[in-house]
């Protein structure tokens, strides 16, 4: 079974620019969260999406969105970048039920400069 | 509100050393899930343990064993006889009636050769 993939596994902007990350989730899973690491901040919730809805959102600033597919796939998009959105983004996957555990993809590391 | 505090931020150990990495959390929730994550450099989280809080049975798999205490609001991860390939980001997490997890900020864990 495939684990979770996210593309790209590296990217460097600057600010103003904006950017889309990609996350295919575990086949039958759907339940795709996002989390933005960074090494002051460690793991902060962006959103959860389950069957295309967006079921919960984190404190971030509307410049953060997201979106998932039919098949379950995810994009986020951070537009008007800025320095601090410099961090590892992890997407993770998972049945969506309460009890399950998260499946992680190995992140998209975003540099601003 | 729901927290999770995990208040070593690093800890570095011999190796063959016994090391708790400890976690302790917040909710109003009466059925919640606790659950342990290992992030090695790789990026990429990895689930270990799942406990919901109707069952405070210590688990022991191997070299980790969990101590989960409602009394204490705890849920401790004991490695004994700790090894190199142990060295790693070791996050606590809580998920409540809202879907949503709680990530703890993590411990670094150092195991010395």
């Known amino acids: 079974k495939a684990g979770v993939t996210q593309t790209p596994r590296y990217l460097i902007k600057t600010r103003g620019q904006q950017v889309t990350l990609s996350c295919s989730p575990i086949s039958g899973h759907r339940s795709v969260s996002w989390y933005q690491q960074t090494p002051g901040q460690g793991l902060q919730f962006l959103f959860e999406?389950?069957?295309?809805?967006?079921?919960n959102k984190g404190n971030f600033p509307g410049r953060f969105s997201g979106r998932q597919f039919s098949n379950s796939r995810s994009e986020m998009n951070v537009s008007t970048l800025e320095l601090g959105d410099s961090a590892l983004y992890l997407c993770?996957?998972?049945?969506?039920?309460?009890?399950?555990?998260?499946?992680f993809g190995e992140g998209s590391r975003l540099t601003v400069l | 509100a729901q927290k999770v505090t995990q208040a070593q931020t690093e800890i570095s150990v011999v190796e063959k050393e016994d090391v708790t990495l400890d976690c302790v959390y917040e909710?109003?929730?009466?059925?919640?899930?606790l659950f342990w994550y290992k992030q090695p450099p790789s990026g990429e989280l990895v689930f270990l343990i799942r406990r919901n809080s109707f069952d405070e049975q210590n688990e022991i798999s191997g070299r980790y064993s969990w101590n989960f205490q409602k009394s204490t609001s705890s849920f401790n991860f004991t490695i004994t006889a700790s090894q190199v390939v142990d060295s790693a980001v070791y996050f606590c997490a809580l998920k409540g009636g809202t879907y949503k997890y709680i990530f703890g900020t993590g411990t670094r864990l150092k195991v010395l050769a």
């Open positions: 909710t109003r929730d009466t059925t919640y899930y």
């Open positions: 999406y389950f069957s295309e809805t967006q079921r």
């Open positions: 993770a996957s998972g049945e969506g039920g309460n009890t399950g555990e998260l499946f």
